[in-house]
């Protein structure tokens, strides 16, 4: 009995000692990974999928705003973004139920905050007071105006990673900055005219495009803040 139990504890001491030594390999292949630079690489991969998510909701948004217009006869006027989670949305006048956006009745799209690891915990901002460069008709003027979807608080990882999946631009050119200020007024059913959707440096990288991260200028944004944006109506 004394013999059996000496190597039944051998035994136990050897697969400790097996694990200890698998647990150090282990331990030294994910520091050189990361030090190799895989754990970048793996964060960058995350970024991607985040940045999916963002411009996927945003096509989902405009897409059902596109619906509400043709199969529920809604005006550009009458999109409303009326929601228990938002403030300051109340349309004037009053919208119809099939004109809301996030309704079962309208949009039929439910509302989603942005994840932490995307932004800083800021709301959604849904804006007529902006025109997008080169998207329908341009003019400093609130009849161009386009409807747009405006998510602060991004980081710059976050910014170049969208600009990355949309083609935007390259290098430097991922976080583009803006020529001045976007407007943050929320959309009531009234459009108006406070700035176009560009790039400082006039390199054209937003031209055109209905979907775009850029970095912030001037009050109400700031350098080194960043935003993603989604026409939602070209006017």
Known sequence: MKVYQNAQCGSALFFILIAVALFAALSYTVSNMIRGGSG?????????????????????????????????????????????????????????????LFHPSGGGMSYQAALPAVNSGADWIFTGANDGTAIGTQCDAASCADLVAILPGLGAGMCKAINEKLGLASGAGYLTQEDDSVSETKFQGTYSFAERIEDSADADALEGKMQGCFEGRNAPQSAGTYYFYQILVAR
């Open 40 to 100: 970048e690489t793996i964060i960058t991969e995350k970024m991607g999928v985040y940045a999916d998510d963002v411009l996927g909701y945003g096509r989902q948004m405009r897409q059902a705003v596109q619906a509400m217009r043709i199969s529920n006869g809604c005006s550009e006027t009458d999109i409303s973004f009326e929601h228990t989670a938002l403030a300051g949305y109340t349309h004037t006048p009053a919208a119809s139920d099939s004109c809301k």
